[in-house]
């Protein structure tokens, strides 16, 4: 095959098509290190060291199942997937991976929108496939509705999770591959919301004890259902544009306690 385009390739995650994908990258990277000595300017050697693997992936949405995987359990821990993609002659399969970030994102007139990242343990050749996503209907701005902030009027909205996740290698010469992480592990859970809206919220930043808004919570009801819970969520920043002659969106940044996806 002399070259490649995206018609060619495909896209899974636990051995199915991922949805309806619209960029991303997977990536392996092996970290060569310098051995250094006195005596010479350049390094004396260059061994391996480990070895990771990483990606991202944006999506229109048609549904909650890929997303979901960004949830930790009751022992704040999350569930480990794997990552497949490439084309006929050329693929890789990510495996022992773990969701790193998820955003999502809608705005007034457009779609509901993703864009994950993950880390894994290692990687190997792939098997091939075709990407097939379902014909179920993408996740519209009109099939959204907010609950939990009375009088306003959502314009767009976008949310982030980072889990912090990171390779913890183990001096144990029994891992295979041998020079893989043995594990991913998750470092501290960070939730921000920014929300827009047609009028600013009436509240005072300056007080000294700004109160907990108990849940925000858009849903998104098409050809699938999915819920998008936010709460105790606390002010962080309010935006209020000067723009003659445009649409003024107030915008307002959130700093959110935990989340959940349904």
Known sequence: MAYV???????????ATAGVVVGGSMTEESEPREIRTIGDWR???????????????????QNKTL???AKRDAQGRLT??????????????HNA??????????VGGGELRA?????GRYSEDGGGGVHSPSTNR???WFEGAMAGLG????TGFSMSINHNTDWVPVIDNTITPKRSAKYIREGNQVVTANLRFLSQEVVNLADDALNYIGAVTITFTGASTVVLTLTDLKRGVHERPLSPGELIESGANYGVRDFNIT
């Open 43 to 61: 390094p004396t050697q260059l061994r391996e060291g480990m070895h990771r693997v990483l990606g991202n992936v944006s999506l229109i949405l």
């Open 97 to 106: 991976c773990k969701i790193d970030t998820l955003a999502l994102e809608c």
């Open 151 to 154: 009088g306003l009027e959502l």
């Open 138 to 140: 993408v996740l519209m």
């Open 80 to 93: 480990a997937m794997s990552f497949e993609g490439g084309h006929a002659a050329e693929n890789k399969k």
């Open 5 to 15: 385009l995206g018609i060619d390739q495909y896209f899974y995650a636990n051995g």
């Open 115 to 119: 864009n994950m990242s993950w880390k």
């Open 67 to 69: 997303i979901e995987y």
